[in-house]
C-alpha cells in the first residue's frame, strides 16, 4: 500500500529547538561585538548567520514535505519511523483491493475529484506558514532575548541627534549661595555649592572663578594634576585679582603635575610638593591638603605623608588634612580614615543611587565632626548628551545637588566649574530642597544611562580581564572627555596608564572574558575600544 507522510511532531519540535538554541547561544553572543563596533566582527558572524538561516529552512521544508512510501499490512516501522507521521492513504498500487475501492473516489465526476487535492494544498500552505512564522520567532527570540541590553542601543539607531537644549530660565541669572554649612571640625562654614576646579585652566576659567567668588563661593578644590599645575596657577590670580584670601577656604591635593607621588616618596619630597602648590597659589598657607583619589588604606596612612603633613601644619603652611576616594574602595578606605582620627574631611563621590553603605559612612564621619565633601554628583554628567533629555538638560544639575544637600552629614558638594553660565545654573540650587519633579527627573536620567554608565563604586569587571586592565578608571577617564567635556584631563590621566602598560590598545583584538561581568550589562570591549580611540594622543 503506498501512504503519504509528513515530518512527524518530534522532528518539527526538534528541529525548532535546535533553531532557537543555535540563534541564543552561537549566534547572538557573535551578534554582540557587531553592534559594539568591533572591527571585522560582521564577517566573523556571517557563517553562524548563514547556518541559522539554514536551521529556519529546514523547519520550513520539514512543515511543508509531503512523501509516499510503501508500507506493508503491519504499517509504518523501523527505525526511522518516528520521523513521519502518516497523512492520508493515497495513490494505492494498482490492481489492489484498495485501488478498486478508492476508484469510486478518483472516477467521480469532474469537481468532486479536486477535493482532496484541494485540501491537501490548503493545509501544505498552512504548515508552510506555520513553519515560517515559528522558524522565524525562534531564531529572531532565540537571537535577541539573551542580547536585551540591546534593546535601548536598538531604539537610539537612527535617532536624531540632539541640537537644542532647554535655554536657562531667567530666574537663574545673577544666582548667588544662598547656604552655607560648617565643615566638620575645621569650624569653616563653607557655600554649600562650591568650585571644583579641574576644568579651570586658562583666562576663560579665571573670569568663571572671579565670578563665582563674587556670588558667595568661598570654598576652592583644586590639585597640581588638575591641568598640569594650571588650575591652581590660575585660582592663584583669581584669589589675588579679588583679594579675597582670608575668606576663601582652599583645598588642594599632595601629588604633583604629574600626579601621586610613589608609595615611598620621602617626606622631604612630599614637603616639596606641598611647596610648590603654595607658590602657584601665591599663598602661605592652605586650609585643606587631601590624600588624592586614594584607593588603599596603605596609601591613606603612609607614615610619610602623615609626618610631611605634621610638619606642614607645624610651620602654619597646611591647617587641615583630608582624603579624596571615589573608587570601588571608597567605604573600606572612609572607614579607616574615621577609625584613626586622623582625618578633618573627606571627599566622596556620592550621588543618587551610589553604595548602599556610603549613607551609613557619612554619618560616621558627621558623628565625629568630620567634614564631608561630596563629589562626582551629576552621575556621570551625561546629561547634555542624552537623547530624551533634552528639556531637561539644564535643570538636571540642581535635581541632582538638591539631592545630595537633603543630606545633612554632606558639608558641601564640588562641580566643576568651567562656563560662565555655569555661576548661573549651579548656584540657583543652593540652600534649597529636592522637590517631585527632581525624583523624576532623576529617574528619567537612570533610565536613559542606565546602559551606559559605569558606576563608580562598582569594580565588579575587575577580575574578569586577564591583561588586568583598570576597566573602572579608563572609563572614567573617558567620561571626562566625553561627558565632562574636559580632554585635556582625560588623556593627561590616560598618559600615565599608557606609559605603565594598563592601557585599553590591545582590547580590539582580545576575545573579551570580560564581555558578560557587568552587572549592569555595559558592553565593556566596546566602551573601552570607544575610550582608547578618544583618549590616546596622536
Ligand atoms: S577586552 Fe580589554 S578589558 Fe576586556 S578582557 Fe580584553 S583586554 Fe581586558
Ligand atoms: S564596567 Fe560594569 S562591572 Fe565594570 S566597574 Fe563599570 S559598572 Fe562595574
Redesign the pocket.
Known amino acids: 500500500m503506498r501512504q503519504t507522510f509528513r515530518a512527524s511532531w518530534t522532528l518539527r519540535l526538534t528541529l525548532l529547538g535546535a533553531t532557537a538554541l543555535f540563534a541564543a547561544l552561537v549566534v547572538g553572543p557573535s551578534l554582540n561585538p557587531v553592534f559594539e563596533g568591533v572591527n571585522g566582527a560582521g564577517a566573523a558572524a556571517l557563517p553562524k548567520i548563514a547556518v541559522l538561516i539554514a536551521l529556519a529552512l529546514l523547519v520550513i521544508v520539514a512543515g511543508a514535505l509531503r512523501v509516499q512510501r510503501t508500507v506493508d499490512g503491519l504499517g509504518d516501522h523501523g527505525l526511522t519511523a518516528w520521523l513521519r507521521t502518516p497523512v492520508a492513504p493515497l495513490a494505492p498500487k494498482p490492481g489492489t483491493v484498495e485501488s478498486r475501492s478508492g476508484a469510486a473516489a478518483t472516477s467521480s465526476p469532474a469537481g468532486q475529484a479536486t477535493q482532496p487535492d484541494r485540501r491537501s494544498f490548503l493545509q501544505t500552505a498552512g504548515a508552510v506558514g506555520a513553519s515560517t512564522v515559528a522558524a522565524t520567532a525562534a531564531g529572531v527570540g532565540g537571537t535577541i532575548a539573551p542580547q536585551s541590553q540591546w534593546v535601548p542601543v536598538l531604539g537610539e539607531i537612527g535617532a536624531p541627534v540632539p541640537t537644542l537644549s532647554e535655554t536657562a530660565r531667567p530666574e537663574w541669572k545673577g544666582a548667588r549661595v544662598k547656604n552655607y554649612r560648617r565643615l566638620g571640625r575645621t569650624d569653616a562654614m563653607v557655600s554649600d555649592i562650591s568650585l571644583g576646579s579641574g576644568r579651570i585652566r586658562d583666562q576663560d576659567g579665571k573670569r568663571v572663578a572671579i565670578e563665582a567668588i563674587r556670588r558667595g563661593v568661598n570654598y576652592f578644590d583644586t590639585a597640581p594634576d588638575y591641568s598640569h599645575e594650571s588650575s591652581e596657577r590660575i585660582l592663584g590670580e583669581a584669589i589675588q585679582e579679588t583679594g579675597n584670601r582670608e575668606e576663601m577656604f582652599l583645598a588642594t591635593k599632595f601629588c604633583t603635575a604629574d600626579g601621586h607621588l610613589p608609595a615611598n616618596a620621602s617626606v622631604a619630597e612630599i614637603m616639596t610638593a606641598v611647596e610648590g602648590s603654595l607658590q602657584r597659589l601665591q599663598t602661605d598657607y592652605v586650609d585643606l591638603i587631601h590624600i588624592h583619589a586614594c584607593d588603599n588604606v596603605d596609601r591613606l596612612m603612609a607614615p610619610t605623608t602623615h609626618e610631611a603633613f605634621d610638619r606642614l601644619r607645624e610651620q602654619g603652611k597646611a591647617r587641615f588634612l583630608g582624603f579624596s576616594s571615589h573608587t570601588p574602595s571608597l567605604p573600606q578606605v572612609a572607614r579607616a580614615a574615621i577609625a584613626s582620627d586622623r582625618f578633618d574631611v573627606m571627599m566622596l563621590a556620592y550621588h543618587w543611587g551610589l553604595w548602599p553603605e556610603i549613607g551609613e559612612v557619612m554619618d560616621q564621619a558627621h558623628d565625629r565632626d568630620i567634614g564631608v565633601v561630596a563629589m562626582k554628583t551629576l552621575k556621570g554628567a551625561k546629561a547634555t548628551n542624552l537623547v530624551g533629555f533634552e528639556n531637561e538638560s539644564k535643570s538636571f544639575p540642581q535635581s541632582a545637588f538638591r539631592w545630595v544637600l537633603d543630606n545633612p552629614s554632606v558639608s558641601c558638594l564640588v562641580v566643576s566649574f568651567s562656563e560662565d553660565q555655569h555661576c548661573d545654573e549651579y548656584l540657583y540650587a543652593s540652600g534649597q530642597s529636592t522637590r517631585p519633579s527632581d525624583i523624576a527627573r532623576l529617574e528619567k536620567y537612570d533610565r536613559l544611562v542606565s546602559a551606559d554608565y559605569c558606576r563608580p563604586h562598582c569594580g565588579d569587571c575587575l577580575g ?4 588586568g ?1 583598570p ?1 573602572d578608571t579608563i572609563l572614567r577617564y573617558d567620561m571626562y572627555l566625553a561627558d565632562y567635556g574636559d580632554a585635556v584631563r582625560g588623556r593627561e590621566k590616560y598618559a600615565r596608564l599608557v606609559a605603565a602598560g594598563l592601557d ?1 590598545s ?2 580590539a583584538s ?6 558578560g561581568s557587568c552587572p549592569h550589562e555595559l558592553p ?2 566596546a566602551k ?1 575600544v570607544r575610550a582608547h580611540e578618544r583618549l590616546i594622543e596622536v
Not at 464 to 467: D, F, L, R, T
Not at 510 to 515: D, F, R, T, Y
Open positions: 574578569s580581564c586577564p591583561e586592565r576597566i585599553a590591545s582590547c582580545c576575545p573579551a572574558p570580560c564581555l565593556i570591549r573601552m
